[in-house]
T-cell receptor, first 115, second 112 residues
């Protein structure tokens, strides 16, 4: 089935040790998103790509970076994880702009633990 | 600015009774609106979406929602709750910058 895949599902990293989370999609969608979701909260958008055009949310910390080497893959890099970065990280895709009534498709998420 | 407000942080129902999850929206134009469901430790799944084609929208798993412009509401309903409906539900509206504006979420508990 066409889908959004996130690897790994669970990631443990040490305080300050760089970590990369991976997302891939078989939907051939133009837009890919990264969200951070903390316990009992709504997802918070970190950034998104429309094709290769990168859009950073104003309040996304510099500690978070993203790469999209091709249509199918998108990576989230956390350069120096702090304890406050422990969260579920969700990847999502949409065919075109969501304002044009295109819904998002979400992956299962990566649970990040920082020790 | 585009935004949604979910009026209840937690709703508890008995199995077999109706479900009502409330969402009000704020928009300068007629928006598209979405309801997503999230089961524990899972990603979000689209339940249904409103795109101005019809005010009553039917979704998956027996859920439906009615867009009421006069009340700026988009409440989610289901006639009969099932244990598997226990989850977090998010009402969502697109923002101006291709971002999704999430409500705070409503946790649905279903009692046997």
């Amino acid at each position: 089935d066409a889908m959004v895949i996130q690897n790994p599902r669970y990631q443990v990293t040490q305080f300050g040790k760089p970590v990369t989370l991976s997302c891939s999609q078989t939907l051939n969608h133009n837009v890919m998103y990264w969200y951070q979701q903390k316990s009992s909260q709504a997802p918070k958008l970190l950034f998104h790509y429309y094709d290769k055009d990168f859009n950073n949310e104003a309040d996304t910390p510099d500690n978070f970076q993203s790469r999209r080497p091709n249509t199918s893959f998108c990576f989230l890099d956390i350069r120096s994880p702090g304890l406050g970065d422990a969260a579920m990280y969700l990847c999502a895709t949409s065919r075109y702009w969501i304002g044009w009534n295109y819904e998002q498709y979400f992956g299962p998420g990566t649970r990040l633990t920082v020790t | 600015a585009q935004s949604v407000t979910q009026l209840d942080s937690h709703v508890s129902v008995s199995e077999g009774t109706p479900v009502l999850l409330r969402c009000n929206y704020s928009s300068s134009y007629s928006p598209s609106l979405f309801w997503y469901v999230q089961h524990p430790n899972k990603g979000l799944q689209l339940l249904l979406k409103y795109t101005s084609a019809a005010t009553l929208v039917k979704g998956i798993n027996g859920f439906e929602a009615e867009f009421k412009k006069s009340e700026t509401s988009f409440h989610l309903t289901k006639p009969s709750a099932h244990m598997s409906d226990a989850a977090e539900y998010f009402c969502v509206v697109p923002g101006y910058n291709n971002d999704m504006r999430f409500g705070a979420g409503t946790r649905l508990t279903v009692k046997p």
